[in-house]
Each structure stands twice: as structure tokens, then as C-alpha cells.
Antibody
């Protein structure tokens, strides 16, 4: 059974930093793209960042580029999201998501963690 | 930036058919995927590659595609289908991914 368990959320001041972690199990971690998707309170889903199986390619939504960095440790089956220069609008539940990505299928998200809440507030 | 457009809400009575649309300029080139999210829960994939049901998705869920619009159809809607539904796809280059704004399905 696929399990994705996020941690690291909390309250941070505007301009601050936070590092989210995701512990993955139940699948061969280093053969899947992994992503972070967020959901602001009462709002819809928003794709944030994705990273290739070997960690050699990262993709970001425009408004987090330069502030957020996605990384992974395949030896430890772990995914990370380092967030800097946080803004109030970054307040959201952040989901760790396992992806399926091929030229034939496109990229979709077949397993989700339960999410970790990041609150940016003074 | 690329956008997918969904109606904010759809309401149907139990046993009726619900149709949720998702429109986007790149949909003729890119597959669409659908997720169901119930209150307080993480999203669950219910449709992939426009028309394919993942294992575990009830047969009353079906998908279709026509030009720049994809449709998630739920036949014989049940109370347990009440949820938010999100479509997801990629921009025309296939390198950025986006969700629609979501549709709240209310079962009257």
C-alpha cells in the first residue's frame, strides 16, 4: 500500500522559511516523479512543483520560482520542499503526491498524502 | 498562464445524472484527469486519460472528451458522490500542470 506522510508544517512569519518533508513507502520511490500540490483554506488545488525520478529535473509554478526548491533523497525514500521568502498567500495545506508521467499518459497524480498545513502570518 | 475552467457548482437529485465540464485550449492535445475530494480528505484520482477509470472508481463514473472540453459524468448519482471535483491537465507544451477551479457536486 502506498503511503505518503508529510511533516514540517507550522506557523511562520512573512519572509520566513520552512522545510517540508514527505516519507514515502509502499512503492519503488526512485521510479516515480514526485510533486507538491497545495490547497489554500477553502480554495482549490494548485500544483506547486515536481521533480523527476532521479532528481535531475525540477519544474515549478511561476510564482514560487526562486523561492521554493523541491528535492528528493532516493536512498531514504523522501521528498522535500524548501520554502523561502514566504508570503501570506502561501498559506495552504501542502500535499505530497506520487505522479505517473510518461509521454503517452501525460502527468497525473495517483496517490496523495494527507497534507501538512503551512500558515504564514505575523 | 494556462487555465482550466469548471462550473463552480452542479446540483442533482439522487439517481439522476451529473455532468461536470472542464474547458481548456490545450485539451485537444493533452489528457485530462479528474479528482474527487470530500471534506477534510485528500483528493482521490477518479478518471485518467480523459476516459479511463482507475481501479476502485465505480462504473457509474465515466469520462468523455470533445475538442476543448472534457466531461466527467456520474450516472445514477448517490449521496456518497457529494464532493468537490477537480480536472487537471497540462499546458500545450506538456511541461506545466494545472488544476481547474473545482466543481462542488451537491446531491439534493
Amino acid at each position: 500500500e502506498v503511503q505518503l506522510v508529510e511533516s514540517g508544517g507550522g506557523v511562520v512569519h512573512p519572509g520566513g522559511s520552512l522545510r517540508l518533508s514527505c516519507a514515502a513507502s509502499g512503492f519503488i520511490f526512485n521510479t516515480y516523479w514526485m510533486s507538491w500540490v497545495r490547497q489554500a483554506p477553502g480554495k482549490g488545488l494548485e500544483w506547486v512543483a515536481s521533480i523527476k525520478e532521479d532528481g535531475n529535473e525540477e519544474v515549478y509554478v511561476d510564482y514560487v520560482k526562486g523561492r521554493f526548491t523541491v528535492s528528493r533523497d532516493n536512498a531514504k525514500n523522501s521528498l522535500f520542499l524548501q520554502m523561502h521568502s514566504l508570503r501570506a498567500e502561501d498559506t495552504a495545506v501542502y500535499y505530497c503526491v506520487k505522479g505517473v508521467y510518461t509521454m503517452l499518459t501525460g502527468h497525473y497524480f495517483d496517490n496523495w498524502g494527507q497534507g501538512t498545513l503551512v500558515t504564514v502570518s505575523s | 498562464s494556462y487555465e482550466l475552467t469548471q462550473p463552480p457548482s452542479v446540483s442533482v437529485s439522487p439517481g439522476q445524472t451529473a455532468r461536470i465540464t472542464c474547458s481548456g485550449d490545450a485539451l485537444p492535445k493533452q489528457y485530462a484527469f479528474w479528482y474527487q475530494q470530500k471534506p477534510g480528505q485528500a483528493p482521490v484520482l477518479v478518471m485518467k486519460k480523459d476516459i479511463e477509470r482507475p481501479s476502485g472508481t465505480p462504473e457509474r463514473f465515466s469520462g468523455s472528451s470533445s475538442g476543448t472540453t472534457v466531461i466527467l459524468t456520474i450516472s445514477a448519482v448517490q449521496a456518497e458522490d457529494e464532493a468537490d471535483y477537480y480536472c487537471q491537465s497540462a499546458d500545450s507544451s506538456g511541461t506545466f500542470w494545472v488544476f481547474g477551479g473545482g466543481t462542488r457536486l451537491t446531491v439534493l
